[in-house]
């Protein structure tokens, strides 16, 4: 059976760094792309980044680009986030998922992703 598992959300300043990791762990993992997305109280999930592990291609939401970068370490099987100069509008629960969305404008949604971790909060301050 296979896992997610999210760490890396902590509490930070506005314009500080973080670095979310999601490791994947059991057997038959085959997935083409995997993706991070967030949700704060009150708000339908949202696509943050998504990665195709066969061939590196990457997709982002607007609202992060610049700021954010999505990675795969496929060795180890894990995914990382390295978010840059978070702002107030990033705090949210950050949840890894893996997937098979079949176009590229899917990469984004959250129900073209089967398989999801329970979360890491983070928080902004300003």
């Known amino acids: 059976q296979v896992q997610l598992e999210e760490s890396g959300g902590g509490s930070v300043h506005a314009g500080g760094s973080l670095r979310l990791a999601c490791r994947v762990s059991g057997y038959r993992f085959r997935e083409p792309n995997m993706a991070w997305f967030r949700q704060s109280p009150g708000n339908e999930r949202e696509g943050v980044a998504s990665?195709?592990?066969?061939?590196?291609?990457?997709v982002y939401a607007d609202s992060v680009k610049g700021r954010f970068t999505v990675s795969h370490d496929k060795g180890a099987n894990i995914l990382y986030l390295q978010m840059n100069n978070l702002e107030p509008g990033d705090s949210a629960m950050y949840y890894c998922a893996a997937g098979n969305p079949a176009i590229y404008p899917w990469w984004l949604l959250a129900s073209a992703y089967s398989l999801w971790g329970q979360g890491t909060q983070v928080i902004v301050s300003s």
């Open positions: 990665i195709d592990l066969r061939g590196g291609s990457e």
